[in-house]
């Protein structure tokens, strides 16, 4: 997937988002609600991650 | 929980536009172009499903949290994909040669 290193954490960031819409469809499925919980936290965990891959990526530390 | 056919319709569409997103991630010639493609189409795809799951069990617990995973998205999704750019064109990423202009080396200089 991709030549460069930001084409593999666009893919990440996309995969992330996309698992949020697939608990959604597995909690209508199963009728279970705690799978929107997983949703919610996937959300918030893939955001800080896509950050962190982000200042990565521009080659600085975390504390600027 | 008796809505009718209104929830699969709409996740039917959050399907159609996650496919489209994926398609455009893999098939456009940049990480820009790729990026602006897939994040907008996967945001609203999403939104579709989490809408469809709002509408199919009503105003209860599971709603709510639709709802919120719903809020999260729409606020995460364009921080994290714009902070993704800002971090490719820092890294050095070249544009397509096709591309006709680059605002952000005008503004800045790099």
């Known amino acids: 997937m991709g030549p460069t290193p930001p084409d593999r954490a666009v893919a990440i960031d996309i995969i992330g988002v996309m698992v949020v819409g697939i608990c959604g469809i597995f909690a209508i499925i199963t009728g279970m609600d705690w799978y929107l919980n997983i949703a919610i936290a996937w959300a918030l965990l893939s955001f800080i991650g896509t950050l962190a891959l982000a200042k990565y990526l521009e080659g600085r530390g975390f504390d600027e | ?110």
């Open chain 2, 1 to 110: 929980m008796n809505s009718g056919a209104a929830p699969y319709i709409l996740i039917a569409l959050g399907v159609f536009f996650d496919l489209v997103g994926a398609l455009g991630l893999i098939r456009l010639p940049d990480v820009y172009n790729r990026l602006q493609a897939a994040t907008k189409c996967v945001t609203l795809g999403t939104i579709f499903i989490l809408a469809g799951v709002i509408v199919w069990s009503g105003w209860n617990a599971m709603g709510v949290k639709a709802l919120l995973a719903a809020v999260f998205v729409l606020w995460t999704s364009p921080t994290g994909s714009h902070a993704l750019a800002r971090g490719a064109h820092i890294a050095g990423v070249p544009l397509w040669e096709k591309s006709v202009c680059d605002k952000y080396r005008d503004d800045t200089g790099r």
